[in-house]
């Protein structure tokens, strides 16, 4: 079954910057739109950016419009998500999974935003 291994999260104060790395394998990564997305304490898991098949088209969510930047590095299998101007609001686990997503999850990466 397809695999996603999530990492970078770390404990970071409001303003800050973080970089997320998801390897993805046993799947074709480059023939399928990516996404991240987070879940807060208490909320529902939610897509906080996707990216199309041919790594043209970006969607971001109004939440991190502007502050965030989605990637992929095709060759590795590998999807990112440039975190910048963090606020406590942006403390989640963070996921990786195709858009729309599949069944499995991974593990996450928590991200903590706080001073």
């Known amino acids: 079954q397809v695999q996603f291994v999530e990492s970078g999260g770390d404990l970071v104060q409001p303003g800050g910057s973080l970089k997320l790395s998801c390897a993805a394998s046993?799947?074709?990564?480059?023939?399928?739109?990516m996404g991240w997305y987070r879940q807060a304490p208490g909320k529902e898991r939610e897509l906080v950016a996707r990216i199309s098949s041919d790594r043209r088209f970006i969607h971001y969510g109004e939440s991190v419009k502007g502050r965030f930047t989605i990637s992929t590095n095709n060759a590795k299998n590998i999807l990112y998500l440039q975190m910048g101007s963090v606020t406590p609001e942006d403390t989640a686990v963070y996921y990786c999974n195709r858009f729309p997503p599949g069944d499995y999850w991974g593990q996450g990466t928590q991200v903590t935003v706080s001073s």
């Open positions: 046993k799947f074709m990564f480059s023939a399928y739109y």
